[in-house]
């Protein structure tokens, strides 16, 4: 079954006190969340913790990026057990800014995502092309390959575990979001790629999130698409009241 989803990426933000007063105006709202919507929000992995003990079941914890590894010698990183041990149910997994500044590759994606399956973690898969590449129009041949060289190696059972998130990279943070048909075009194009190599059973129970520049005023459009099952969200989820909005905006 598809589910809707809507998830909060907060990416490098907040100091510690900041980020308990955000969970805790979201969770004052969480009486108007629409029941069959899946809410997440995805703190700096400092706060994950501290973050389970302050909010109401209703409102899940995602990482925004673990290791490929399951535990040694990797200074600095998080493996996706760790995020299992503490309550975190989805990690992030293959932003196109881990993509960017990270020097993440398919290959790497892939291996987190196993690393997450592993422990029982939902990945919220990535993908999604530049600029350039919608100009000279390889989006789709982008986000194949993306697909294929990152998501395809799992099984028919495996692959529902999985969150895909099309985010176009000239829509992240820019203000600038696809439009409700370039949305629905690619969306449309993952869920026949899927049905393609896969079943359409599969296909039709995987959920695809849009992201890039969603906000409280042009949710409701992206989110009404028939191919389009909720949002991970970014900047718009740094305010409590604009990312109700956007959860009650996935009906
Ligand atoms: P944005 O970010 O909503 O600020 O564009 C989305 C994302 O990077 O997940």
New binding site residues.
């Given amino acids: 079954m598809r589910k809707k989803i809507v998830a909060g ?1 907060w990416k490098m933000n907040k100091s510690w006190p900041e980020a308990l007063e955000l969970a805790q105006a979201l969770a004052a709202h969480k009486d108007s969340f629409p029941s069959h919507v899946s809410v997440l929000i995805a703190p700096p992995a400092l706060y994950l913790s501290g973050l389970k003990e302050a909010l109401p079941s209703s409102i899940a914890l995602s990482a925004q990026n673990c290791s490929q590894h399951d535990s040694g010698a990797y200074t600095g990183e998080i493996s996706a057990s760790m995020l299992a041990t503490i309550g975190v149910t989805h990690c992030i997994i293959g ?1 196109s800014e881990r993509r960017q500044y990270y020097g993440e590759t398919n290959e790497i994606v892939r291996e987190k995502i196993d690393a997450c399956l592993r422990h029982g973690i939902t990945p919220i898969f990535c993908c999604g092309e530049s600029l350039s590449e919608r100009k000279f129009n390889k989006h789709f041949i982008t986000v194949s390959n993306q697909l294929q060289q990152a998501l395809f190696h799992l099984s028919a059972e495996q692959l529902p575990q999985v969150v895909i998130a099309y ?1 176009p990279v000239w ?3 820019t203000g600038v979001t696809a439009t409700n048909e370039q949305a629905e075009e690619m969306h449309a194009f993952i869920r026949d790629f899927v049905a393609e190599n896969y079943v359409d059973t599969v296909a039709n129970s995987i959920s695809i999130l849009y ?4 906000n409280a005023a042009n949710a409701a459009e992206l989110f009404a698409c028939p191919n389009v099952d909720g949002g ?5 989820s740094l305010k409590a009241a604009d990312f109700t909005t956007i959860i009650q905006a996935a009906q």
């Fill in positions: 990426n932003h985010e829509a992240i943070g992201g890039g520049s969603v991970l969200v970014g900047g718009a």
